[in-house]
């Protein structure tokens, strides 16, 4: 099934245009199916991206476990972490169907060059923190994901529908939680305030650079695997958060932003595109920590793993033999 | 690369059947890896069924599964497809009279 990607041979005219034509019918491609090398390669690329990124989203919010102010809240934030852990798992399932092993995907994310979303190397300084990233990250997740749940490949699409009906939960709860900082004393006013000034143009960033700067997306849109563009997503967005930040009465920090009646749209202000790449490329306040955190779990876990597979090496030996 | 874990890469793939509540039949939910079948079932019971989605699971280890081929997709299936009759729509009935 897997083609040695070291050897990008020109793909077969005949196969190609039998592809494009089914993707023009909007049929999912599965992992049995033909599909071009490259559409192989940036799927992988995409997908295992995205599972490291459920899997060290679960750091930042783990911080804060141990120092819920309730057990209503350290119940949903245990539940929560548990989730977004859960998310990883299924996008590694749906990778490892295009041919890659899940310990090669983890090894180039723990000791390689993969990378993962940029959000997850800020850190989370206060309580509030804990609200605005189930309000905007997961916010904007829920935008991404809810279009990916039609991408072509049909394993990926599927691991989204059901990463899509846990994600409403993670939104809700930190919605609420920010609704009720932010209808507190003048101290919790003022933290939810601060967390979502330092969160909401990172949670922007999360949707990519714009359309005419963004490397992958016009193979990712060729081949139905985005369906919108990093710019219409990210529009949706703050369309849809500018009033639930008003419900609350909480300001977004953009002095530029503004409603277009002409569009129907809430226009933002620049993004600070030079940030988003010192993250990306490993200078985030956060990337050394993170990966540190994740190194050191996947080495502590080892003797976990080795136990298991001894345990069940001895449990298949014929009876008689074992010691 | 400093360090390549083969302690993972040993552990088998199990495909995950859930069935829902109510009577529907197993479906295919995805994929867990473990050593064994018992610790594939508690893998799949903690990724796959977190909000009461399943009464009963199956976990099957992948290499066990034959599956049709992709390629012959058409020809392979076409014995269901040309033969319309098998539908109720294939026959008539009289104007105005309910047959179901
Ligand atoms: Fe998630
Ligand atoms: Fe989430």
Not at chain 1, 39 to 53: D, F, G, I, N, V
Request: with cysteine; charged share 25%; hydrophobic share 40%.
């Amino acid at each position: 099934m897997t083609t040695d990607p070291k050897t990008p041979a020109p793909e077969d005219p005949a196969k190609m245009a039998e592809f494009d034509t089914r993707l023009a019918r909007d049929e999912t491609i599965e992992p049995k199916d033909w599909m071009p090398e490259k559409y192989r390669k940036q799927l992988t690329r995409m997908m295992s991206q995205h599972a490291h990124s459920e899997v060290v989203g679960m750091l930042p919010e783990g911080n804060w476990i141990t120092r819920a102010p309730s057990l209503r809240r350290k119940m949903v934030l245990l539940a929560k972490v548990q989730d977004e852990g859960g998310h990883g798992l299924y996008i590694y399932c749906g990778a490892e169907t295009l041919g890659i092993d899940r310990a090669e995907l983890i090894d180039q994310y723990l000791y390689g060059t993969a990378k993962y979303s940029s959000i997850f190397n800020y850190p989370t300084l206060a309580w509030a923190d804990i609200g605005v990233i189930g309000w905007l990250v997961d916010g904007a997740a829920i935008v991404n994901q809810t279009m990916l749940a039609r991408a072509s490949y049909g394993p990926y699409a599927r691991a989204m529908i059901r990463i899509c009906k846990e994600e409403n939960f993670h939104k809700r709860q930190g919605y609420e939680l920010c609704a009720t900082l932010a209808r507190g004393t003048p101290a919790q006013r003022a933290m939810v305030q601060d967390a979502v000034n330092r969160w909401w143009w990172p949670s922007l960033m999360m949707f990519g650079p714009h359309d005419g700067d963004s490397p992958n997306s016009g193979d990712l849109l060729k081949w139905k695997v985005k369906l919108k563009s990093n710019d219409d997503l990210r529009q949706r967005f703050v369309n849809l958060t500018v009033p639930q930040a008003k419900a609350i009465e909480i300001t977004l920090p953009d002095p530029d932003l503004r409603y277009d009646e002409a569009s129907g749209n809430w226009l933002i202000g620049p993004i600070d595109w030079a940030e988003f790449k010192q993250v990306i490329s490993g200078n985030g306040p956060c990337n050394h920590e993170r990966l540190a955190a994740r190194r050191a779990a996947h080495e502590e876990g080892r003797w976990v793993r080795e136990a298991a597979a001894a345990y069940a090496a001895k449990r298949s030996e014929p009876a008689g033999q074992a010691a | 690369m400093a360090t390549t874990d083969t302690s993972a890469s040993e552990w088998p793939l199990w495909e995950v059947f859930t069935q829902p509540p109510g009577g529907k039949p197993h479906e295919h939910a995805g994929s867990v890896h473990a050593p064994d079948a018992e610790i594939a079932l508690q893998n799949a019971r903690d990724v796959y069924t977190r909000r009461g989605e399943a009464v009963s699971i199956w976990v099957v280890p992948s290499v066990l599964i034959s599956a049709s081929a992709p390629g012959d997709a058409g020809p392979w299936f076409d014995p269901g497809n040309d033969k319309p009759y098998r539908h109720p729509q294939f026959y008539k009935t009289p104007r105005g009279v309910k047959v179901f």
